[in-house]
């Protein structure tokens, strides 16, 4: 390359470099040539090379050692050039060999060279000597050029250079040709200006993507040094833009070049790596990107900017306990490449926990102030604690109304769907999925094996039974039961809220006495969406409940702690059918007393049982479940969009969260 720059001066454009590799996937027998129509190695340059350490090319960057890299790698090195004489040109061969006393070795007298013949120097590299450059070496020519485009694309990019045309084996491809034609647009020029790095001069460019192959990210930030690319940075972070658009072309890519004194006078002999430490690397990165963000793309910025602020505002309605502070003061905590909601709560978590940590030593030496009865703002400082436990627990509130909206929403459409496949082959499988999503099926809450007993949605039928664990799921009552039961499934058995939820630890100051017998049993049986037809003696539901009430009155459960809990005879069974009213369940419920809303119905136990079979429409039983909710979302501060209803199922009317009726 230096030998082009001193032949063509200001016009290196007019030179060519020539480079031919065979044998590529043979390291033993992989050869390569370079060859250029440079000044060639005349009596000064000769001279140069065949002296280490020489400052012949100080002037340009370069140290006068690349060459023994050659040494380290290859097995053979044969080099010929011509020169320009006063008298014509000549010519000169030598080996370049590994060697104690002399490393270059002529191979031939120095000579005339043939008529017209141009001046020029060709370096040829046989066999990769060890291992250690043999491995990792490209074995298939697209590798090759990859990696070639890669380490070169910056001097490619800024232009001026000589044309260089590489053939790999057959594979021909043209630079910087094939590089420029990836750039989209014009390049843009800045500067970044600091105390420590002095003026760097920054040249921008928008590529297509093909443009970053072979490299780690999609933007890039190349740093020369002399002109020569040093380093390539990965700058996706630092930009945050995730593509970048130009002239109607998208998913496009930056790469930038920098240069400048700093850089020039800091760099290794090698000119492979700086001699610099990676906290200024990255500092240079930062400075040199916001001069691109600010002064070169400015307008997409905005727009990122824009689009990202969006990604947050739903970020936060989904998660709500990471709203703890404005907008502008939440973005500007996460890095600028923050987008997504696991990038967001990475960012923020930390900020969270500093937050509750602070919190809760606020409130820590509030109550040892209270205790010691020391003097301070009393009447402020408890405002100001209660407000902070308020704004805490809002929060976490609205992170739990959140879940269960989505909960409800997914119900909603699951019975949609249920009922528009009426008839169709996977109607079982639809239900099967619709008792699960409640409760899990074939299971018992209290089986300490069995972690899907606490994924339940037991609150959608009774707020009281959302952390309940005592309940099985389609379960044969001679499985629950200690003594008699039969294989008689109910969809849903549930016990003594209290036990549920209580302790049976002796030692436990809340611990339930559990020589008293359960006295409140709720049983839930689902019935498809859509069904009609109700026919048979077994569907007949008043002779279903009281199968199942005849077996459980007076019977005995045992807990997986091997613990025996009595049904009382009293025991007040809650019995719930959840069902549409249609078909042969109009004529069956027609003697039972309708609910208050008119929509279900009700029919109290008689004779040996205490208690109630209420049939509660899907439809019901999920506005009742919205409407439960309403209260909670209120508290916590949210707004929800109107309540969606099934119309076919119900015409029932529900309030939204700004108290208008919609259906």
Known sequence: MFGIEDRYENDVAQGRIDITVTKLADPGGI?????????????????????????????????????????????????????????????????????????????????????????????????????????????????FLRYFSAHFIADFLLGGGPTILLDVDGDAIEYPKAVSDLVVGTKMETTAVSEEFGELRIVGFVCRPEASTGLDGLHQLHLLANGRTVETRKVDNLLGIETLERDGETDLAFHGCVSGEYLDLRVNEGRTAFNLTERTLKQISRLCMEAVRNRMLPDQVRK????????????????????????????????????????????????????????????????????????????????????????????????????RKLALELLERLITRIRAREGASDDFHLERTLHSFICPMNIRGDDPSKLEGRAHELWVIDERLAFTRAFSSDKRLDDVLVEAGSADRPDLFLWDLAHGLGSTDPDHPDAIDMSEPLRTVMVVEFKKPGR????????????????????????????????????????????????????????????????????????????????????????????????????????????????????????????????????
């Open 304 to 403: 990122f900017v824009e689009k990202r602020r969006k990604r947050y505002e739903s970020f936060v309605e989904r998660y709500p306990t990471y709203g703890f502070d404005d907008d502008d003061a939440q973005l500007g905590r996460v890095p600028l490449h923050a987008a997504t909601p696991e990038e967001f709560a990475s960012g923020l978590v930390k900020f969270q926990i500093r937050r509750d940590e602070e919190r809760q030593d606020t409130l820590q030496k509030l109550i040892s102030a209270l205790d010691a009865n020391e003097e301070f703002r009393f009447q402020e400082s408890i405002v100001e604690a209660a407000r902070g436990i308020q704004a805490s627990e809002q929060l976490a509130l609205a992170q739990h109304v959140v879940r």
């Open 532 to 663: 009609r037809t109700y026919n048979g003696a077994k569907d007949q539901i008043e002779q279903q409940i009281t199968r199942y009430l005849s077996q459980l009155k007076g019977g005995e459960i045992e807990s997986f702690g091997r613990t025996r809990v009595r049904i009382a005879h009293d025991c007040v069974f809650h019995c719930y059918v959840v069902a549409v009213i249609e078909g042969d369940l109009v004529l069956q419920l027609s003697g039972w007393d309708t609910t208050s809303n008119g929509k279900g119905r009700i029919r109290q136990l008689k004779g040996d049982y205490r208690g109630q079979i209420e049939v509660v429409q899907w439809q019901d039983l999920v506005n009742d479940a919205w409407m439960r909710n309403s209260a909670t979302i209120h508290a916590a501060g949210l707004s929800r969009k109107r309540l969606t209803t099934l119309q076919p199922m119900s015409g029932a009317v529900v309030e939204d969260d700004e108290g208008d009726a919609g259906e």
């Open 31 to 143: 050869e390569i040539v370079i060859a250029d129509d440079g000044i060639g190695l005349d009596a000064d340059r000769y001279a140069a090379f065949c002296e280490i350490d020489t400052d012949f090319k100080k002037s340009k960057g370069g140290k006068g050692v690349g060459r023994l890299f050659w040494l380290d790698a290859f097995d053979q090195i044969e080099v010929d050039s011509t020169y320009g004489l006063d008298s014509g040109i000549a010519e000169r061969a030598f080996g370049f060999v590994l060697n104690n006393t002399e490393q270059v070795v002529p191979t031939a007298e120095d000579k005339a060279a043939e008529p017209q013949t141009d001046t020029g120097t060709r370096v040829r590299f046989r066999g990769i000597r060890t291992k250690e450059y043999a491995d990792p070496f490209p074995k298939r020519a697209d590798t």
